[in-house]
């Protein structure tokens, strides 16, 4: 194999998560799936938490990339649309970034960009770094549920989802049951983009047309 670095260690582990998940990742089976000594991998990750942390800065490159001349509410809209995309373009995106306190570049864009958008929104400092991270858990919360319902049906479980109203009393909870029918018949990208925005408009930001941060 061609001589080993950074990149090769990251873009092997992403093989390997993708073959058998991030629960199955340790240091000696990457290893052994790369075909080098248990120890070469310390020379380019100290340990497993500094490989994940690798992954999930991997994984927000270019994420932050959303014009700056847009209005702040739609940069944020927009920002959150980028990370759940890029979540999921890996097996267990979601649960690679959600724990971690990455404080790389890609990372630091991304925060940069959020907060620069609440803030281009009209909020201030406080209100503005709430704003951020709120719009980061409902995405992360949104795409780990998203993830795992996925990889339920992949392997021909029977997954506990908006679909499935036969495992309770329907009778007893109507409401629930309804609430159930109507989600099955709504896509994931719609149901995303209705929390999002939901999230954002709640935030009662006024815009500041034409006013740079």
Same mark, same amino acid.
């Not at 390997?16 to 340790?26: C, I, K």
């Not at 896509?187 to 925005?197: E, S």
């Given at each position: 194999?061609?001589?080993?670095?950074?990149? @090769?260690? +990251? $873009?092997? !582990?992403?093989?390997?998560v993708?073959?058998?998940?991030?629960? =199955? #990742?340790?240091?000696?089976?990457?290893?052994?799936?790369?075909?080098?000594?248990?120890g070469?991998l310390?020379?380019?990750?100290?340990?497993?938490?500094?490989?994940?942390?690798?992954?999930?800065?991997?994984?927000l490159?270019?994420?932050a990339?959303v014009?700056?001349a847009?209005?702040?509410?739609?940069?944020?809209?927009?920002?959150?649309?980028?990370?759940?995309?890029?979540?999921?373009?890996?097996r267990?995106g979601a649960?690679?970034m959600a724990?971690?306190?990455v404080r790389?570049?890609?990372?630091l864009a991304?925060?940069? @960009?959020? +907060? $620069?958008? !609440?803030?281009a929104?009209?909020?201030?400092?406080?209100?503005? =770094? #709430?704003?951020a991270f709120?719009?980061?858990?409902?995405?992360?919360?949104?795409?780990?549920?998203?993830?795992?319902?996925?990889q339920?049906?992949?392997?021909?479980?029977q997954?506990?989802?908006?679909a499935d109203?036969?495992?309770?009393d329907?009778?007893r909870f109507?409401?629930?049951?309804?609430?159930?029918d109507?989600?099955r018949?709504?896509?994931?990208?719609?149901?995303?983009?209705y929390?999002?925005?939901q999230?954002?408009?709640?935030?009662?930001?006024?815009?500041?047309?034409?006013?740079?941060?």
């Amino acid at each position: 194999m061609a001589r080993l670095d950074r990149a @090769a260690v +990251i $873009a092997g !582990a992403w093989d390997f998560v993708e073959a058998h998940g991030l629960d =199955a #990742l340790t240091m000696r089976k990457l290893a052994s799936s790369l075909g080098v000594n248990h120890g070469t991998l310390y020379w380019h990750v100290e340990n497993k938490r500094a490989l994940v942390d690798a992954l999930a800065e991997d994984l927000l490159a270019g994420v932050a990339d959303v014009d700056p001349a847009h209005q702040g509410a739609d940069r944020l809209i927009a920002l959150a649309g980028r990370l759940r995309s890029a979540l999921l373009s890996h097996r267990d995106g979601a649960r690679v970034m959600a724990g971690t306190f990455v404080r790389q570049p890609n990372t630091l864009a991304f925060g940069e @960009a959020a +907060i $620069a958008a !609440a803030r281009a929104a009209g909020a201030q400092s406080a209100d503005a =770094a #709430l704003a951020a991270f709120s719009v980061q858990y409902f995405v992360l919360g949104f795409t780990i549920e998203e993830q795992a319902h996925q990889q339920l049906t992949a392997a021909d479980a029977q997954p506990t989802d908006t679909a499935d109203t036969t495992d309770f009393d329907a009778d007893r909870f109507p409401l629930v049951a309804s609430a159930l029918d109507t989600m099955r018949e709504i896509p994931r990208d719609a149901q995303f983009d209705y929390g999002v925005r939901q999230l954002v408009r709640s935030l009662r930001f006024t815009e500041r047309r034409g006013r740079s941060d």
